[in-house]
């Protein structure tokens, strides 16, 4: 799959989550368009540190990846859940 630009204004930058090996950390982004989105942009592991370079109010492009992914909870219902990985930032 192709990768997806967001580009937009940075609305929030939240803290670093860690739990053992993994980390993250989310930005909230949305776009100028005629009708404006919002984006949660989710930045994995050693790519936590492109958001060291960002603020808020700063308009951006984030390069993402697409990811989908399937749950099953206890009764055997599965649910189904998108996001956006962040992997690079443009100024």
Do not use: A
Request: glycine content about 6%; aromatic content about 10%; overall charge negative.
């Amino acid at each position: 799959m192709d990768s997806i630009k967001v580009k937009g204004t940075v609305l929030s930058i939240e803290p670093v989550l860690e739990k053992g090996n993994f980390k993250k950390q989310e930005i909230v982004v949305k776009t100028d368009d005629k009708y404006p989105q919002t984006f949660l942009i989710e930045f994995l592991k050693e790519k936590i540190e492109l958001v060291e370079f960002i603020s808020v109010e700063e308009e951006i492009t984030v390069h993402c990846n697409l990811r989908g992914r399937e749950w099953v909870n206890g009764e055997g219902v599965s649910k189904y859940f998108l996001s956006l990985n962040g992997w690079k930032i443009d100024k």
